[in-house]
């Protein structure tokens, strides 16, 4: 992976890990994630229009196409995690969701879309994938299986978990698509897929105005901060994959999970310190072993 490319995954990282300790203050559903999306349209409306101006008019059914994909899968994504995290815990749901996504992305490119990675880069995303799952508690996780109850919250976890890392990885295939081979602007491809994202998202803010607006007083902050840092930590991981493969980029995004694991863990709260300080430690090899793989 060349040295930019790696700078700007580790920039990214630290961004991402930064608003999701925003959003998870705020504590909001649906409607947090529209009023996000909201402040990221109207934030970002002159350099995204500018961009799009000069762009879009020359886009095809093909470039909508895949805009349009991207936006969907973005909001199944987030509704899917929300799910999870309402029918199980956030230990469980969280690491297989980001462990599980960068996995996949990475195996799509390598098999369909022709991408090569060296014996050592196979191990950076094993080494990723393992960091991920000690940084959000490890094997304890699995001793709280000895409660039927517990148990029954673990599978559901598993389920939506896997099905979050599925569309993590689905909506990563395709914005990399977008900018490595129909060359679309990265900046675009988040802003104008965010339309998408407000289309679908803005019914569960106007079906109750009224409980909306007094979301929106407790949650304002919290979502300009998401809604004004989060697109850029997005925008650099795909400028990221225009000059490295996708199977280095995807996994190498879960230095965020290093991040947060190194800002106290406030992204998961549980979960043993020792083992989410060696999570950060494998993560930090993996990347490593990516970036010279």
């Known amino acids: 992976m060349p040295a930019s490319a790696l700078a700007l995954v580790i920039f990214a990282g630290l961004i991402h890990a930064s608003w999701n300790i925003a959003a998870k203050k705020a504590g909001g559903d649906a409607r947090f994630a529209c009023f996000t999306a909201l402040v990221m349209m109207v934030f970002w409306a002159p350099l995204g229009l500018w961009l799009g101006w000069q762009q879009v008019p020359s886009w095809g059914l093909t470039e909508w196409g895949f805009i349009t994909v991207s936006g ?7 509704v899917v995690l929300l799910r999870g995290y309402r029918k199980a815990d956030l230990t469980v749901v969280y690491p297989l969701a980001r462990g599980s996504g960068p996995l996949l992305s990475s195996l799509v490119a390598i098999l369909f879309l022709g991408e090569q990675i060296s014996a050592l880069g196979g191990l950076g995303i094993v080494a990723v ?24 919250r673990i599978r559901k976890g598993m389920v939506y978990g896997l099905l979050t890392g599925v569309f993590i990885a689905s909506y990563t295939v395709v914005d990399g698509y977008s900018v490595k081979v129909l060359l679309l ?7 104008i897929a965010n339309f998408v994202r407000v289309a679908f998202l803005l019914p569960s803010v106007v079906r109750d105005l009224p409980a909306a607006r007094l979301l929106w007083v407790s949650q304002w902050k919290y979502a300009a901060i998401v809604g004004l840092i989060s697109p850029i930590s997005y925008v650099l991981v795909l400028y990221a994959m225009q000059v490295a493969p996708m199977s280095h980029v995807a996994p190498a995004r879960e ?12 992204l998961l709260g549980e979960g043993d ?14 990347v490593m072993a990516l970036a010279l793989g």
Request: hydrophobic share 55%.
């Open 72 to 78: 969907i899968l973005h909001v199944l994504y987030y």
């Open 129 to 152: 994938v393992g960091g991920v799952f000690l940084v959000a508690g490890g094997p304890g996780l699995f001793r709280q299986a000895q409660d039927p109850h517990k148990r029954a």
């Open 185 to 191: 602007s990265p900046i675009l491809v988040d802003y």
């Open 255 to 266: 230095v965020s999970m290093l991040f947060a694991a190194l800002l106290g863990g406030h």
């Open 273 to 286: 310190r020792v083992a989410r300080l060696l999570g950060a430690a494998c993560i930090a090899i993996g």
